[in-house]
């Protein structure tokens, strides 16, 4: 069921109105009810992977729990048994060494126990990701292996169904287990509960990626109806549906319109296919965010923000902390710090140490070294695909090359007069990191490596700005008038973004404007949603793309 539509709007009220009448502690029972019916709803046969996902991780919370509370219970016979050995002898004599040795035994012990758990639990997790998204994919690279080597095809190519939302309810699974093995939350009893979790149904297309610690108990509380909040919610989700049907899908038109066709186009229209592309992924997904955030805000639980106007960044690192933020966390909380813990880190660490001297080298390189897992990661979880790990390295070369290279950079910036806290400065980094991310678009929107390079040619050897024009004027189902749309919904977009970057909230700034004002603007944000949203002739409103990761 796609958020953007008008079954959405109707599912969402009827699950309002049944969830603010029913018994305030009935209420977590109608978003799982709700939440299950829009998932099924939405995938059919493939929603068993969900439940199956769920009774994965509620096991694993449990045998985790049973873990701990056996080692509180012997550590506190074995303290009780000291106690009475020093009561017997009449002395306040202190525990014995053997008896500390043996606790300490205990511990080493349970933690075995635990980490197998995780281990295990984890893992089939991952299976459930990997013989669905990945089948084919890691199918293929045994396949090519054995053809270098001489032997034929040894694995099929299988027409899988990716679960909608495992990439999502999987990894919360993995922190909530990981959390729970950290002693950051309890585990949960109820199992319907932590159902509930994984599969809310704001969340579970596109995320944003939330810990069971900040929205299990949210989950649990009692709502009140509140008017503010419930107009707050509704305006974000129209702004979101705004972003997507207007702004999105209009430019998802010249976009799948180009891209296939990239040879039978200049690289001016090239270059403005990428920016549109770049514009259409940032408008869907942020706007989906919109979505789902206003849609909890309604119901009265609050989701974590996902973007920060990344456009606004001066660099690729700050342009990745703004983006996708909840899952940066993710990667930093999950995949980062077990790394720089790991032996192997501290094993490079030391011998950096031992042989460079250079205190710069000395940070940059184990930073390279556990960042790599994670840029590595993060292009696995975007896709079952070579163009996708390319993608993210893409980045995470930028990264590396604009650290290591900062020393240098610092000294050209200071013979040249030039301070990076001017203004012009601050805009040529803006503008910079916004045409580096422009790049990285061409290659995650391609259909292959090979492509994307075809591509990257036509951009620099065959620029054809005099035919750009023409081009775009000839893309069917697209006129001057949409043009003109798209033009002005951008700059509004911008608009807003900019006064958000100024921490100016414009919901709350609306609210306080006089009658006759705020629903002039509500009245305008519906109608420009019904009059100029890209529906019809040769418009789809199209499924989100980050629905498909």
């Known amino acids: 069921m796609n958020y953007a539509t008008i079954s959405f709007l109707c599912f969402l009220l009827m699950t ?67 106690a009475m050995t020093a009561a017997g002898n009449g002395d306040d004599v202190p525990i014995r060494s053997d008896n500390k040795a043996a606790k300490k035994a205990l511990k080493k012990q349970t933690e075995r126990k635990k980490k197998k758990i995780v281990a295990v639990s984890v893992a089939l997790l991952i299976l459930m990701i990997l013989s669905t998204k990945y089948c084919n994919f890691f199918g293929s690279a045994a396949n090519s292996a054995a053809g270098l080597l001489g032997f034929g095809k040894l694995l099929p190519t299988f027409h899988i169904i990716m679960p909608l939302g495992i990439s999502y309810y999987t990894l919360m699974g993995i922190s909530y287990i990981t959390d729970v093995y950290r002693k950051s939350i309890p585990a949960e009893r109820n199992p319907l509960r932590l159902l509930l979790f994984l599969c809310y149904f704001p969340h579970i297309t596109e995320g944003p990626f939330e810990r069971y610690g900040q929205l299990g108990p949210q989950l649990k509380e009692a709502h009140s109806i509140s008017y503010d909040r419930i107009k707050s919610g509704g305006i974000r989700l129209l702004w979101g549906i705004f972003k997507k049907l207007v702004i999105a899908d209009r430019a998802g038109l010249i976009v799948s319109t180009i891209f296939p066709h990239h040879s039978d186009y200049s690289g001016g229209a090239l270059a403005i296919a990428a920016i549109l592309y770049t514009l259409q992924i940032y408008a869907e997904f942020s706007g989906c965010m919109d979505i789902v955030c206003g849609t909890s805000q309604m119901l009265g639980i609050n989701m974590p ?133 422009c790049f990285g678009m061409i290659i995650f929107r391609s259909e292959s490596l090979s492509q994307a390079a075809s591509i990257f040619s036509r951009l620099f050897l065959h620029p054809g700005l005099s035919r750009t024009v023409g081009e775009l004027s000839a893309i069917k189902g697209i006129d001057g008038w949409d043009y003109m749309i798209l033009f002005l919904s951008v700059l509004l977009l911008l608009a807003v973004s900019m006064a958000k970057e100024r921490g100016i909230e414009l919901r709350s700034s609306l609210s306080r404007k006089i009658l006759p004002i705020r629903w002039t603007a509500y009245m305008l944000l519906i109608f420009s949603i019904v009059i100029l949203g890209a529906y019809g002739g040769d418009f789809v409103n199209t499924t989100f793309i980050y629905g498909e990761f």
């Open 305 to 437: 923000e996902n973007f920060r106007q990344p456009f606004f960044s001066r660099s690729i690192s700050e342009f990745w902390r703004r983006w996708h933020i909840t899952l940066g966390q993710w990667l930093k909380d999950y995949i980062f710090y077990p790394v720089s813990l790991s032996r192997h880190f501290r094993a490079i660490n030391e011998k950096a140490r031992k042989h460079i001297s250079s205190r710069h080298l000395l940070t940059l390189i184990p930073s390279a070294y556990a960042l790599f897992f994670v840029w590595f990661c993060n292009g696995l979880w975007h896709g079952a695909g070579i163009k996708f790990i390319i993608y993210v390295l893409y980045y995470y070369v930028l990264m590396m090359l604009g650290q290591a290279l900062k020393p240098l950079s610092d000294k050209c910036l200071s013979s040249l007069g030039v301070s990076r806290d001017s203004k012009p400065y601050h805009i040529f980094e803006v503008l910079r990191t916004c045409a580096a991310v």
């Open 16 to 82: 309002g109105i049944v969830y603010f009448i029913v018994p305030k502690k009935l209420q977590w029972l109608v978003l799982l009810i709700a939440s299950l019916l829009f998932y099924i709803l939405s995938c059919g046969i493939m929603a068993m992977f969900l439940p199956a996902a769920a009774a994965v991780v509620y096991a694993a919370g449990l045998l985790l729990s049973r873990e701990d509370d056996r080692l509180t219970l012997r550590l506190k016979e074995a303290a009780d048994m000291t």
